[in-house]
Each structure stands twice: as C-alpha cells, then as structure tokens.
C-alpha cells in the first residue's frame, strides 16, 4: 500500500504538476503504483489532455514494467515520481538496488521475460539510470 496519500491539494498546471508515492516493496504494490499513476493522470488530463491515446496507455505500462522489475530485481521499498514537464511525463522510478538494469534476450518458448526493459526503452523518448549510496534512481520521460 502506498505510504503516502495518492494526492495532494496542488492544482495541476504544465508548469508544476507533480506527485510523489512510496511503497513498501512487496507484490500488491505494482498494482498500486500503476493505480497511482492512473490517478496522476487523471488529474492531469483535467487541466492538459495528451495529445494522442495511446500516451496515457504507455506511460501506465512503463510505471507497471518498472515496478514490476524492482519486485523482481530490487526487493525493499521503492518510490515512484510523476511529473509533467513541458512536453510530456518525467517518471521516477526509486529503488534499493544500486545494480543498473540491463536487457535480457526474450525467448518466447520458455516462457521467460526479457522483453521489459527493451519496452521500456521503446516507449519512452529518454531513458537514464542514476546509481546513488542508496540505490537508483530510473529516469524516463513519455510524451504527453
């Protein structure tokens, strides 16, 4: 469950529209995150719609990859920061590990993963790790 409240009382604006959450790391909270996230959106498209569909599908894909992929890769608490910036979302994506991902090949028949971090990667017009003594930090900007 998120630790913090989903919202906050900051009226959304292109200029200075942000929410931060945490979670505590264990599996129901990618569920929550990506509920977060929707609820980030929502708020967002009251005041600036995005200017195709298909951008509020990816930006709720990427939150549920990355969080997904810190259940997996980097047990412990984490913490999910949405921002809009003047032509789109900056995602952050804050966790315990200090191992920076990497892409793993996807073999279909064995029913493995592998594709995530390459959707990831597709989706989202920048893409940046940033290891710090904590942890890392995940930096993705999608348009909006």
């Not at 959106?41 to 195709?52: D, I, S, V």
């Not at 984490?78 to 590990?97: A, C, E, K, Q």
Request: proline fraction near 9%; aromatic fraction near 10%; charged fraction near 25%.
């Amino acid at each position: 469950m998120a630790t913090e409240p989903r919202g906050d009382d900051t009226p959304p604006s292109e200029d200075g529209y942000e929410r931060t959450f945490s979670f505590d790391g264990e599996l129901r909270n990618v569920t929550e995150a990506r509920l977060a996230a929707e609820d980030f959106l929502c708020a967002l498209a009251t005041q600036a719609p995005p200017a195709a569909p298909e951008y509020w599908d990816d930006i709720l894909l990427v939150v549920t990859e990355l969080a997904a992929n810190v259940i997996q890769y980097a047990p412990g608490p984490f913490g999910l920061r949405m921002r809009r910036t003047f032509d789109g979302v900056h995602v952050t994506m804050r966790d315990s590990s200090t191992t920076k991902p990497e892409p793993r090949p996807f073999h279909p028949r064995t029913g493995g993963g592998g594709i995530g971090w390459h959707l990831v990667h597709t989706l989202c017009t920048q893409v940046s790790v940033v290891v710090h003594d904590e942890g890392k930090d995940i930096h993705v900007f999608l348009p909006w």
